[in-house]
């Protein structure tokens, strides 16, 4: 298994880091292992489907996701497989009070490829890829 938790604090009330956050129409703008949607984009809600191709490692996966958790406007837990069995399970969070908020992403990859020398390549990528990640919804934030 391979994990990676990255936070930073936006300019934001939390409401709006939370609109921004959960809005998967601007994962392009902002989340680097994003490459496209494959399906159409689905109103948010537990249970909800969704396909998207991610790139990890320079490797391409398409991912058929699933919201497992959606709790507006705090969290939203998605999870799916992709090709060779990789599972992968994401969180986004926000807390604040004010006028500034933390965004957390969290990150969980399992499966039989991800183990010893695999996993710690890959959560060492990962945790690269979200703090590049949370650098550039920090910017979209203003």
């Known amino acids: ?22 809005d998967l129409s601007r994962f392009d703008q ?7 949607w494959r399906s159409d984009i689905p109103a948010l809600a537990v249970g909800a489907h969704v396909k998207e191709q991610i790139v990890v490692m320079g490797m391409k996966n398409v991912v058929a996701w699933t919201v497992d958790a959606y709790d507006p406007p ?3 837990t998605i999870s799916g497989a992709g090709i060779a069995g990789a599972q992968i399970s994401f969180t986004l969070s926000v807390a604040g009070t004010g006028d500034t908020s933390t965004v957390t992403v969290a990150a969980e990859f399992t499966g039989a490829m991800i183990v010893g020398p695999i996993s710690a390549a890959v959560e060492k990528n990962a945790t690269a890829e979200l703090e590049t990640s ?9």
């Open 1 to 22: 298994m391979a994990e990676a938790h990255v936070s930073t604090e936006l300019p934001l009330p939390a409401d709006e880091a939370w609109q921004l956050l959960s």
């Open 30 to 36: 902002w989340l680097t292992i994003h490459d496209e």
């Open 74 to 76: 705090t969290a939203l």
């Open 134 to 142: 949370l650098v550039k919804l920090r910017e979209l934030a203003g």
